[in-house]
Structure formats: C-alpha cells, structure tokens
C-alpha cells in the first residue's frame, strides 16, 4: 500500500498562508488522482481539491480563488497553497491518493486559523 506523509501544517492567522506538502511512497503516484481533503471538529470529511494525472484541477467553492493545488510527478509530490486563510479553514487536511490500484490516506495535518 502506498505511504503518504504530510507537512507543512500549524497556526497562522487569519488572511495569512500556509503551503501543505504530501509525498508518496511507490510508483503509481504519476497514474494517480491527488487530493486534499479536510475535517473539522464536529463536522464530516468534505473534499478541498483534487488535480487528475493530467493535471486537471477540482475545487470546492469555498476555497477557490484562495487554494492552489500542484503536483511534481518527478517527486512523487503533490502541495496545497493556501492564501487568505479565515477561521473556517480550520481542520485536520488529509492527503489522498485514489487510483485503480489504490486508495491510500495521509496522517493528517493540522491547520489552526486564528488570531
């Protein structure tokens, strides 16, 4: 099974930036979607972005214009940029990688947005 390990979480606040790394072990990353998703306190996991092998890009409404997501196939490597950060941003941010060969999750990362 596939190993992700995240990086780059912690507190920042709000209208802030905070980069979110994940990188994946093995050699299926470059056929894989990635993606980010995030759970807050009480509440489900929902979807922030995913990018295709192909680099298509999928936003939730409530970060687009805020979150970039980027892979690095060469690295094995997919980040999350995230600018103006509010409150409501706040939650433990999960990699994903799903393929036909796989599913895999990270750990998680948190991300606290407050002053």
């Known amino acids: 099974q596939v190993q992700l390990v995240e990086s780059g979480g912690g507190l920042v606040q709000p209208g802030g930036s905070l980069r979110l790394s994940c990188a994946a072990s093995?050699?299926?990353?470059?056929?894989?979607?990635m993606g980010w998703y995030r759970q807050a306190p009480g509440k489900q996991r929902e979807l922030v972005a995913t990018i295709s092998s192909g680099g298509s890009r999928n936003y939730a409404d409530s970060v687009k214009g805020r979150f970039t997501i980027s892979r690095v196939n060469a690295k094995n490597t997919v980040n999350l940029q995230m600018n103006s950060l509010k409150p409501e941003d706040t939650a433990v941010y999960y990699c994903?990688?799903?393929?036909?060969?796989?599913?895999?999750w990270g750990q998680g990362a948190q991300v606290t947005v407050s002053s």
């Open positions: 093995g050699s299926i990353f470059r056929f894989a979607t």
């Open positions: 994903n990688l799903n393929s036909r060969f796989d599913n895999s």
